[in-house]
């Protein structure tokens, strides 16, 4: 099939698929007239670039799973170098799931600060000489 087609049937475009190919990841293969062609399998390799690249993956981590199936394998994660970029990729979400829920534990921290000490202000308020409750932004209430 040609570059339209191929583009077409993975859901990308041309121009990604020109990107690919410079960065070899999909095989540049031509024509007697010049034109490039492309085969079922090379669909597979984009679809295999399509879910990493959709989980996050990186365009160079698709490499690995990309290589296992220009290789032969039935699946692009069946390479040790692949499951090598699984654990990394792993690792990076769990190290952004734990900054995550720092910075989550901070601003509940925040916000149970910030409605302790506007319940205390309304309080104050409702005591007869009591302060008069002043806007954040430098009004009154």
């Not at 690792?91 to 205390?120: F, K, N, P, Y």
Request: aromatic share 4%.
């Amino acid at each position: 099939m040609r570059i339209g087609e191929l583009a077409a049937r993975a859901g990308t475009t041309t121009r990604t698929l020109r990107y690919y190919e410079s960065r070899g990841l999909l095989p540049a293969r031509r024509d007697a007239h010049g034109h490039r062609t492309y085969d079922e399998g090379d669909l597979r390799l984009l679809a295999q670039i399509r879910t990493l690249r959709d989980f996050g993956f990186d365009l160079e981590e698709t490499r690995p799973f990309v290589e296992c199936l220009r290789a032969g394998h039935p699946q692009g994660d069946s390479c040790p170098a692949s499951l090598v970029v699984y654990r990394s990729k792993l690792a990076e979400l769990d190290a952004l799931i734990g900054q995550l829920t720092a910075v989550r534990e901070t601003v509940a921290g925040q916000l149970a600060r910030a409605e302790r000490a506007r319940d205390e202000l309304a309080a104050e308020a409702l005591v007869p000489g009591g302060p008069e409750p002043v806007c954040e932004l430098g009004g009154q209430r």
